[in-house]
């Protein structure tokens, strides 16, 4: 591999002719942006994963620095959000999808407080760091920021910067996130206008709707209908999910599962958003916050299957609520396995799901999508398996204000699913499932 260098950055050249490579979209996905302040500089990191070409400039009479990435696309988590930095020299960090293929970051600085400024990279996973250093002394010192960010892992940075751009390693600063369903007001400078999404699905009702089996909720008493819905293929990155024999992963087949999913629903005039749309770490935190600031009415979480059982198989759907069943709580913690909470969070934990105010509505989702992938994975003669509609304490369901369902859609250990899942014709057949079962649930809202 030839690097060629510019002032700002690196970009990648072949070595010489080769097979033509054919990726049906060769922009990396970002999905983390971190960044940590001291008495006497803030770094910023921008995790990216591969090899991109990327320029920063200074408008100093705007205050403004800029960092634009190429070849790059923003995940659904990051999109458009606004970090709001407490120092007297720098006011605010945001980022968003500048065009379709360059993703821009934006630092609002007070130039007549900075001393210098330093944009660079890193490697072994590639990232860009910006580091900002004031001039001193700088009063008052802030207080760093507890580390959450994209990545969740909250490490402390050192406190005195380095004379030069380390080598190799790096600290790993840590942001402090917006908060969800906040939009930043961005500069109409530097981004451009929104577009408009495909129209609601809330048509004049045909019919009144339709009660649970508790009576009307208040969805359905206020006539409410869907409009927008969050897509989360399961796992992702460095979290394969489960394995099948033959070497398949959890998190392809449900990514490209919520691919056609989204292909479907959008065909219907929804307006659809995915927790990821490549291979990338989303931690189970932040899934739901995706769905929160996106205030979308829908939140659909798909994962495939997996049990010591090897002969076990079916179709099962979960939304948010307690279990005594064994079953249902292996599930979760299989699932929950990459959360970075800690037991100190137990009691704020438990109590968000006892305040979930979504479960009948969660509920009544995650049967007509159960009942409607049965159907649609049912041969004759060979009726698929019901595993049954459960409530379960799910991660990636806490926090969600909206009905939230996660749908094993097949079994990798079970040797005859894993097969089907390696067909086009199968997977074609679960987004039909799913597809039916998210229109019933619209049509018993009366909006359908």
């Known amino acids: 591999m030839i690097y060629r260098g510019t002032s700002t950055g690196l970009l990648a050249l ?26 006497n500089f803030t770094r910023i990191v921008i995790d990216i994963g591969q090899l991109r070409e990327y320029f920063s400039a200074e408008d100093r009479q705007a205050g403004r620095l800029t960092v634009d990435v190429l070849q790059a696309r923003l995940n659904a988590i990051l999109q458009d959000k606004d970090f709001p930095v407490r120092t007297d020299y720098l006011s605010r960090i945001l980022v968003f999808q500048k065009a379709s293929g360059t993703v821009r970051v934006s630092v609002e600085l007070d130039f007549s407080r900075i001393e210098s400024t330093r944009v660079y990279h890193l490697f072994d996973p590639f990232r860009i760091v910006i580091d900002i250093y004031p001039k001193l002394p700088v009063s008052p010192a802030p ?40 939009k930043p007001d961005v500069n109409t400078e530097t981004k451009p206008d929104a577009k408009s999404g495909p129209p609601a699905v809330t048509a004049p009702a045909a019919k009144p709707p339709q009660p649970v089996a508790a009576g009307y909720t208040m969805a359905r008493q206020l006539g409410l209908g ?5 897509l989360d293929p399961g796992h992702g990155g460095t979290d394969p999910g489960c394995l099948g024999r033959s070497g398949l992963k959890e998190k392809d087949v449900a990514l490209g599962i919520a691919l056609e999913l989204k292909k479907a629903l959008v065909a219907k005039g929804f307006e659809v958003t995915m927790t990821r749309e490549s291979d990338v770490f989303i931690p189970l935190e932040d899934r739901t916050v995706v769905a929160n600031q996106r205030r979308a009415d829908l939140f659909v979480s798909i994962h495939i299957n997996a049990t010591p059982n090897r002969k076990r198989e079916g179709v099962e759907t979960f939304y948010l609520n307690f279990s005594p069943d064994p079953e249902v709580n292996a599930t979760a913690a299989r699932e929950n396995a990459t959360s970075t ?38 041969d004759k003669g060979r009726p698929m398996k019901s595993l049954r509609v459960k409530g379960g304490p799910f991660w990636v369901l806490i926090g969600g204000e909206m009905p939230s369902v996660l749908v094993e859609v097949s079994h990798l250990s079970n040797a005859r699913e894993e097969g089907l899942l390696k067909t086009a014709a199968w997977k074609t057949r679960i987004v039909r499932g799913l597809t039916d079962g998210i229109m019933g649930y619209v049509q018993a809202l009366g909006k359908g």
């Open 14 to 39: 072949g070595g010489g002719p080769g097979p033509a490579q054919t990726a049906p979209d060769p922009r990396v996905e970002i999905a983390s942006l971190r960044y940590n302040t001291h008495a």
């Open 143 to 182: 207080t760093p920021f507890p580390g959450t960010g994209a990545a969740g892992n909250g490490t402390a940075v050192e406190t005195k910067p380095p004379a030069l751009p380390p080598a190799r390693a790096e600290i790993v600063p840590a942001g402090e996130p917006a908060k969800p369903g906040v």
């Open 226 to 230: 869907v409009k927008t819905i969050v």
């Open 341 to 378: 909470r800690n037991i100190s969070q137990m009691k704020d934990i438990i109590q968000k799901i006892v305040q979930n105010s979504k479960v009948l509505e969660s509920r009544d989702l995650a049967e007509r999508i159960h009942a409607s992938l049965l159907a649609a994975l049912s």
